[in-house]
């Protein structure tokens, strides 16, 4: 079995982890894989975002999640199954996930959108 390694979260820094979430793509990853809630199979985070890539973009951008120290990877059979690094990143950089979740594009219209009065 193919062993997937992940930094230790007090090696990772905020500069790398605001790097790696700057891409729309990965930050949509992210966001995505949050609201999955637990191991999911890397190429169907995306499935229903909107966002098409190929499977070669898709695991250099599960790679620089993974390097960034957002999230783990396990390996299955021939798939690879992704998770967000809850604790750790709440331990390390307590807020981000939760702010990230609170911006989510889908959130923040339903914020703006105006109260109907019937």
């Known amino acids: ?9 007090e090696t990772v820094t905020i500069d790398v982890v605001l790097s790696a979430l700057a891409d729309p793509v990965r930050l949509t990853f992210v966001r995505a894989l949050d609201a999955a809630g637990d191991w999911t199979c890397g190429s169907d985070v995306l499935r ?8 070669s973009t898709l695991s250099h951008h599960i790679k ?4 960034a120290g957002l999230i783990r990877t396990r390996v299955d059979g021939i798939r690879r199954l992704v998770t967000l690094r809850y604790a750790e990143v709440e331990q390390r950089f307590p807020g981000l996930l939760a702010m990230l979740r609170e911006q989510r594009p889908d959130r923040a219209a339903a914020k703006k959108r105006p109260l109907s009065s019937a």
């Open 48 to 55: 229903n975002t909107g966002v098409t890539i190929g499977k």
């Open 64 to 67: 620089v999640l993974r390097d």
């Open 1 to 9: 079995m193919t062993e997937v390694t992940e930094p230790a979260i």
